[in-house]
């Protein structure tokens, strides 16, 4: 009997060391805005996820902002969400979600490495058959932004009832032959044909744009048979939602062109206005902008205003403008602005468009 209960403590005791081992893969959610880059970095969860955190270096690995917390490392009005949204993070990959989906094949990956690049972040909606938004985050520099602009945003979303994919997209050097669009299309093609799977509608959905992500979702928003939804396949969205996207890349657009595609004579995204395709069936759009915007007084207006607001009333399309006193640029989900709330506005709108 003695070797009987010898055999069972060690087998208790293997079972005990097991668990913790196992234990050990995940992490808590317990990421706040206080949180550094490095400790959100080496969350197991985190880690296992897959999810993108490199969104301000030029360079993957860097430590440059090992010691930076989030509210230094993301806009002051996304901070708290953006933490939020690393927990929501944690909490799905410790129930066993994937969150990480590529949106190429393992065989166009091989043919071309940077697809490899191009990734859907899940966050699974409240209840079974929800309507979903994808998220296009700008891209102000070498890299998107999955925290300031993704994370952030698909936390509100999550509270409002409903799921969102964050999209890492191909930019900068990356963005040759209007990569950014066959990447959203691509997307919404994988969604698509795989609702069920992630407990969505195939139809119904959005597609939420900041700054230049604003850009190419309102170019994909069109129904231009070149570029936008149309010239995909895709079913058209119910909604554009928009934080004060870019409308015109201005002086820039020589700059891209030398960069990204030298020596290309064809038709290239960054050389086509949103405001240049809006008509009477330009997909229902909602979009905001602030006055302080310095980024927006470039490449948005004219003499006679904001080139979009203007094209859209004029066309006849359904859309619905908000101007702020306050609302910088790069604010995301828009916390101590006075665009505080304007998710919740936006997707009120989409539902209104919804059938």
């Given amino acids: 009997m003695k070797w009987i209960r010898t055999v069972v403590c060690a087998l208790g005791m293997l079972a005990c060391v097991s668990l913790s081992a196992f234990a050990a893969e995940y992490g808590e959610p317990n990421i706040t805005t206080k949180t550094t880059m490095k400790e959100l970095r080496e969350n197991p969860s985190i880690k296992g996820s897959g999810y993108y955190t490199y969104c301000n270096e030029w ?7 090992d010691y930076t917390p989030i ?10 969400d953006a933490a939020e949204g690393m927990n929501l ?34 966050f699974p909606a409240k209840t079974a058959n929800a309507k979903y938004a994808i998220v296009v985050p700008g891209n102000g520099g070498n890299t998107t932004a999955e925290l300031n602009e993704g994370a952030s945003i698909a936390n509100q979303l999550h509270e409002l009832g409903y799921a969102a994919f964050v999209l890492r997209y191909r930019s900068f050097l990356n963005a040759s032959d209007n990569a950014p669009l066959y990447d ?13 799977q992630f407990g969505v509608q195939r ?4 597609l939420m744009g900041f700054s230049s992500g604003g850009h190419i979702v309102g170019l994909i928003g069109s129904d231009n048979e070149k570029f936008g939804y149309k010239a995909f396949g895709l079913p058209q ?8 996207p870019i409308n015109d890349f201005f002086e820039v657009k020589p700059l891209y062109q030398l960069a990204i595609d030298p020596l290309v004579l064809g038709w290239r995204y960054y050389w086509t206005d949103i405001s240049d395709v809006v008509n009477e069936n330009f997909t229902p759009t909602y979009f905001f902008y602030g006055k302080n915007d310095l980024y927006m007084q470039r490449m948005c207006y004219s003499q006679q205003g904001p080139l979009l607001e203007r094209k859209l009333r004029e066309s006849g399309a359904v859309y619905e403008c908000h101007v702020y006193e306050n ?17 919740r506005q936006a997707t009120a709108f989409w539902e209104k468009q919804c059938k």
């Avoid at 139809?203 to 959005?206: G, T, V």
């Fill in 59 to 65: 360079i993957e690995g860097s430590t440059q902002y």
């Fill in 89 to 122: 993070v944690i909490e799905n990959y410790n129930r066993g979600v994937q969150i990480t989906w590529q949106v190429y094949t393992p065989e166009e990956i091989a043919e071309n490495s940077s697809l490899g690049m191009v990734q859907l972040y899940y």
């Fill in 203 to 206: 139809e119904n959905y959005a």
């Fill in 237 to 244: 969205p119910a909604a554009l939602l928009l934080g004060y």
């Fill in 184 to 196: 959203i299309a691509n997307a919404v093609k994988y969604l698509t044909e795989n609702a069920d």
């Fill in 71 to 80: 509210e230094g490392y993301v806009s002051y009005a996304a901070a708290e």
């Fill in 327 to 343: 609302a910088p640029h790069a604010i995301g989900p828009g916390h101590h602005t006075d665009a505080d709330g304007w998710i």
